[in-house]
C-alpha cells in the first residue's frame, strides 16, 4: 500500500519551476512533482545538508535529490536511473 501524500513547506528553495538540460520544464509546488505533465505526491523529505539538499521520496516510491541554494540555478539528480540536470530557474515557487 503507497504511504500517504504529504505537502512540502512552500518556502524551500527548490520549490518554483526550472528548465533543466535534456528535459521539459520541471515544478516543485507544495502538493506535487510536476515533471512535464506527469504529477507526482510527495511522502517525504530529508534535509541532507541543511538547507542546500534535500532527497524526496514519491509516493510512488521514485527518489530524486535537488541542491539548491536559493539562487536561480538547482541540481536534480536521480540515484535509480543516474540522470543528473542542472536547472535554471524560471519562475518562483
Given at each position: 500500500m503507497p504511504p500517504e501524500p504529504v505537502e512540502l513547506e512552500a518556502g524551500?528553495?527548490?520549490m518554483g519551476s526550472w528548465d533543466c538540460d535534456?528535459?521539459?520544464?520541471?515544478?516543485f509546488r507544495?502538493?506535487?512533482y510536476d515533471q512535464g505533465g506527469v504529477v507526482l505526491t510527495y511522502a517525504q523529505?530529508?534535509?541532507?545538508?541543511?538547507?542546500?539538499?534535500?532527497?524526496i521520496v514519491m509516493t510512488d516510491g521514485y527518489v530524486v535529490t535537488?541542491?539548491?541554494?536559493?539562487?536561480?540555478?538547482?541540481?536534480?539528480?536521480s540515484p535509480q536511473?543516474?540522470?543528473t540536470?542542472?536547472?535554471r530557474r524560471i519562475e518562483e515557487g
Open positions: 524551500l528553495p527548490f535534456g528535459m521539459a520544464r520541471m515544478t507544495p502538493d506535487g523529505l530529508e534535509e541532507i545538508v541543511p538547507g542546500r539538499m534535500w532527497g535537488v541542491e539548491a541554494d536559493g539562487s536561480d540555478w538547482l541540481t536534480w539528480h536511473s543516474g540522470d540536470f542542472r536547472c
